[in-house]
């Protein structure tokens, strides 16, 4: 059996399984073994590529969504895991590991993040690279302008800054990516994301001033 070590080498397990050499189940026990789950059984394919197919079960292996997760369950272990940081840790793995991208949770980093969202890429969708960026990009505005996670049960993941100035990068970083952001057309020169960045934060600390003012005055 292939031994499954990154992400490239899902490349191998395709052509295996195209070849008959190998099958579903076996090529899904070796990317479980990777994340050191075990073995689980084969998972109906739903009219998708071997290749998509092959990444979305890597993605729930490694968010260790498990198959057997009903919807509260993963509600909050998807919770748990942008607000601890750790999604974004994982997305700095997954950046240098397939992109060769060094991310340093620095706001010029965030250049990078938009060059991989920017990029056509078959093997996993836009929901699954904006959820995995966009909690960076979230995690990054947490480190410089004092932010925190904040949700509920009907709004997806935001940012809430000082001043109680809200972002979604989650949302945001999707948008980028369907090309609803007028600012950043899909065929604009990278450096969007970084600047958004940079005028929320600074918005953040305006409004912060100005209320500081307003209470010494009063």
Sequence with gaps: MIEVKKWDDLEKLEKEVNGKRMTLDEAI???????????????????????????????????????????????????????????????????????????????????????????????????????????????????????????SDTTAFAVELPARLGVWPIAHCYDLMCGKIKAAPPRAPIGYLSVWAQIVLAESRYKSQQSESVAASS
């Design 29 to 151: 026990a070796a990317i479980a073994k990777r994340f050191g789950l075990a073995p689980f059984g084969y998972v109906c394919r739903r009219k998708v590529s071997i290749e998509r197919f092959l990444s979305q079960i890597w993605i729930a292996c490694e968010h260790k969504l498990v198959m057997d997760m009903d919807h509260e369950e993963e509600r909050q272990y998807s919770i748990q895991i942008v607000e601890s940081g750790e999604m974004a840790a994982r997305s700095v793995r997954f950046a240098k590991e397939k992109f060769g991208f060094d991310l340093d949770y620095s706001l010029e980093s965030l250049d990078k993040v938009e060059t991989i969202l920017k990029r056509k890429n078959k093997r996993m969708n836009q929901q699954e690279l904006a959820y995995t960026f966009g909690s960076y990009v979230g995690e990054v505005m947490i480190r410089h302008g004092n932010g925190k996670w904040v949700h």
